[in-house]
């Protein structure tokens, strides 16, 4: 898990900015019919006939957003790519295309970034998007990922954060908490590493939430399950910071309140032995940790029984009007004020 210091090492100005990019995509194929002309030019050219085209952007740093002392920089190439297109999917588009940009220190051999490349190349296969140019350069101090996504919609079929109803149903894909308990199990052992690097740490009960820190998928899935069912959400958002502030989002733009039942928040059975273990509650990590990538979405009433006993999703409330507010309702029947901690990164 932590950095082998005997891997072969290829300076990276052996090859020169123009030897290096070929290098890295080299084993890049064209999937998608709107791309037209992918890199290698001084521009890349798409083609999107009658669709509309969604586009959206990230920004990853070194130290900020991730910690290569426990990421391995495959991890981190697919993860990178994992979270815009994450973004793709919660407007109800389908994801074609992405750029990559990168910064790095000469701190990294050529092998490093091979490795990142192959994240990159993985992700781009599994969800069949095309990666279709970037920029490289040098940085003084770290690694830094810049990744846009392209994706395209028809025509009405978009799904904003403001089209949310009282009386809807909130609904959420997936299970939650997952990415934040297993950073903080990396995290211990990252502090344990240190005192003693000859340990080697057993990890076989975190599997799924390590799986779920190092290596998200998006639900791409749940998009083709939405319109296979013929349900359109009345708003969407992909959770990134936590399922609280995503909600409050979701509120604020549609000018509506809602309750959120904290019984009905779906947790895996790691996360809830991991929160034991760490003396957290399990609710507040569901609420505040960050990065689980899965859906949020309100959906009208008159859809419920397209849902209703879908194990991939999961009603957790009800929308109200905006003069009722934002409340968590405990398992105990008390109703709190939603807060919006978050997962902030700074
Ligand atoms: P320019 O000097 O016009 O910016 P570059 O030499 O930076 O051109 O890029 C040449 C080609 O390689 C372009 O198609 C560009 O999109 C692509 N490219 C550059 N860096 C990357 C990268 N990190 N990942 C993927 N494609 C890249
Ligand atoms: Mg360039």
Request: charged share 25%.
């Amino acid at each position: 898990m932590i950095e082998d210091k005997n891997q072969q090492k290829t300076e990276l100005s052996d090859l020169g900015e123009f030897g290096l990019i070929d290098h890295l995509t080299r084993d890049f194929k064209i999937k998608q019919k709107s791309t037209i002309k992918g890199i290698g030019d001084d521009a890349a050219i798409l083609s999107f006939k009658n669709k509309e085209i969604v586009i959206s952007t990230d920004l990853l740093i070194e130290n900020v957003h991730f910690d290569l002392s426990y990421m391995p920089l495959k991890h981190l190439g697919y993860k990178a790519i994992i979270v815009n297109l994450s973004d793709v999917y919660a407007m109800n588009a389908s994801a074609t295309q992405v750029t990559v940009s990168i910064a790095v220190s000469n701190r990294f051999p050529l092998e490093a970034l091979e490795e990142l490349y192959s994240g990159i190349e993985t992700a781009a296969k599994i969800y069949n998007i095309d990666v279709i140019g970037g920029d490289t350069t040098s940085s003084t101090t770290g690694l830094i990922i810049s990744v846009t996504a392209i994706g395209e919609i028809k025509d009405g079929d978009e799904v904003y954060r403001n089209g949310a109803r009282p009386n809807d149903l909130l609904v959420v894909s997936g299970d939650l908490g997952g990415a934040y308990m297993g950073l903080q199990v990396l995290e211990r052992e990252k502090e344990v590493f240190k005192v003693n690097p000859n340990n080697q740490p057993d990890l076989d009960s975190y599997t799924y939430i390590i799986e779920r820190q190092l290596k998200p998928e998006a639900r791409k899935d749940i998009i083709k399950l939405l319109k296979d069912l013929d349900v359109k959400p009345t708003s969407m958002i992909d959770i990134s910071d936590g399922l609280s502030s995503e909600i409050m989002h979701i509120c604020k733009q549609s000018e509506v309140g809602c309750d959120l039942y904290e019984n009905k928040i779906p947790l895996d059975p790691q996360v809830i032995s991991t929160c034991e273990e760490f003396n957290i509650d399990s609710t507040t990590i569901a609420l505040n940790g960050g990065e689980d990538y899965e859906l949020l979405m309100t959906v009208s009433q008159k859809d419920y029984s397209k849902l209703k006993g879908n194990p991939n999703f999961t009603v957790i409330g009800y929308m109200k009007e905006k003069a009722e507010g934002m409340h968590l309702v405990t398992r105990s029947e008390m109703k709190i004020p939603l807060k919006a901690q978050g997962w902030k990164s700074f």
